[in-house]
């Protein structure tokens, strides 16, 4: 139910918890790490990272494994720790408190002998209902009802600041129903393997269900042909970097008549939710072709459709068939996963999506003490310092348009660690015993406590992301960025650390955020979150011309044999990364310039070299080829390899501290290297 404005900085790019998280007498940085039989100015990425990353063989039970893995194999175990203890105590604890619902939930789902039992029991309610569809209008009314009981269908639907009056929460309805990856994955040539794999996937679903074989290859060919013509109704993901294809306001009225067969006037009333003045219809063409399909596409074949979404979705919840299914097409076909996670780890990613914010304060409570938040405070006002210089400094910017750009950063909201304010459950109902009810239920209270905001004042102060998870994130539409508690740990941030790798580390993060803010999309929301235009022209033009040395730069990199990085698809989180590595850089030399003490060298490297050795050593980490072709064609971050380098080869502050010669594979090119921020 998140935002896709929200901007993040990773997902999950990985590395070894014994590797990442120091103990008692570790190093903040061990340099026997480094491989001196690559040379620096040749392959940063490898002199850095390449020991490590051969010590270090992705797990069977991963598809990548590298920094930001270590981190959350440290966040889950401190989870683990505490919906064990939740677990145990759930009984005598205080009836409807926080810990006894996630004690009674993780335990449910823990309870394989149960879930065993039940095989699909708990879905035949579902399916019943589909099956008593009968015409257009029946179909309406369940996904009516599906999506009232927090489980949505074909499309998606979300609340989020409105991107022409971003004081206001609006629905945003928006494309969604496929189960591959991309649109490409339903037309071009080279995924025809996995198109192949996602049928056989489909009748498996339906034949543990119940269905003949017969009849359920039938049935997937008809699901297979429905996501089809959704797909090509449907923006690409390079294309939904464009605002304009994320937001289409319109009434009621409007809405209604764009879809005659679908009434968003019954479709809001049966969410309970008041439009008042209206909605985005995000993605035109998408509900057009909708609207089609409840007219054109026989009843037999929708009931098809919804009866395998409905499995699939419920699959992680059911009897170890459907689990394992579920796996063995999504996690092993696609992207190259060998075995399967523990059954600890589902549960509480299970947990983590429905109840996350309640995990979260119990989590706060044992693992981010409020030192810890201070400590990060002070880092991000002096990276933030710092970007104020280099807008105040830029010289290809004209004046009004650098007024309008300090005024956007006037009005950053940085969010540390945790909410302010902790989410109320009292009115979610967490049994002993049911698994799937509770899964339920938590999904249904989750979509009713997201659909409440529409409407309402926007809440600046509201997390988008839990303090347990190993990320960070900047929201345009309301001009935060957002550090979790779980990612101000080593190698991000270290107390104990030489202010080089800090800055490095998680100053290179807090300026990546911040940078979003002026990124392709970023930069064209304006200081109060409104999509508005607040450059030049001739300003605007210049931005684009350098952006566009860096899409270049991007396209030009093949991490699989033939395949390609999507330049244009990451180009917000390139321009974060060169620009969030230059600001936390000045921020060094700025802190510093205060204490020259700061400057003397450690482990026979200056600060300059130690800030760009952490700052490729939160990039370490290897992807196995199936989740790389994936990431390649949907992500907009690009490989993390490639991140560790990408960035420091446009910055001549790197050559110098390496004494990198031009002509050298980590210096470009004057005419080709790229300088934004």
Known sequence: MHSPFKRTLALAIGACLCAGVAGAGTPSFDVTQLDPAIAPCADFN??????????NPIPADRTRWGAFDALREHSLATQHGIVETAMRGADQAEAGS???????FFRAGMDEATIEKAGFDPLKPELAKIDALRSAADIVAYINARFAAGQGTVFGLFPGADFKNSKMQIAYAFQDGLGLPTPDYYERAEHEGKRKAYLAHIAKVLELAGAEPVQARADAGHVLAFETRLAKASFKPVELRTPENQYHFVSLAEADQATRKFSWTKFFAAQGVDIKGGFSLSQPKFFAEFDRMLGDVPVAQWQAYLRFHAIDAASPYLSDAFARENFEFYKK??????????????????????????LGELYVAEAF??????????????VSAALKTRLEKLDW???????RALEKWSTFLPKIGYPDTWRDWSGLSIVPGDYYANVLAAKRYDYRYEMAKVGKPTDRLEWGMTPQTVNAYYNPTDNTINFPAAILQPPFFDAKADDALNYGGIGAVIGHEAIHGYDDEGSQFDAQGNNANWWSKEDREKFEARAAKLVAQFDAYEPLPGKHVNGKLTLGENIADLGGAEIALDALHMAISKDPAKAAKIDGYTPDQRF???????????TRPERLEVLLNSDPHAPAQLRAVGSASN???????FECKTGD??????DKRVKIW
């Open 333 to 358: 076909t696609l992207n190259g996963q060998k075995a399967q996670e523990p059954r600890w780890k589902r549960v509480l990613e299970s947990l983590n999506d429905t109840m996350g914010m309640a």
């Open 651 to 657: 910055m001549p502050a790197f050559a110098k501290a």
């Open 98 to 104: 926080v810990g006894q619902k996630i004690g009674w």
């Open 46 to 55: 490898g002199f850095v990272n390449a020991k490590w990353v051969a010590a």
């Open 665 to 670: 594979a980590m210096v470009r090119d004057e």
């Open 369 to 382: 003490p409020p030192e810890s938040k201070q400590r990060a405070q002070a880092l991000v006002d002096n």
């Open 612 to 622: 760009f050795l952490n700052f490729a050593r939160i990039w370490r980490g290897s």
């Open 397 to 403: 910017m004209g004046e009004e348009t650098r007024k």
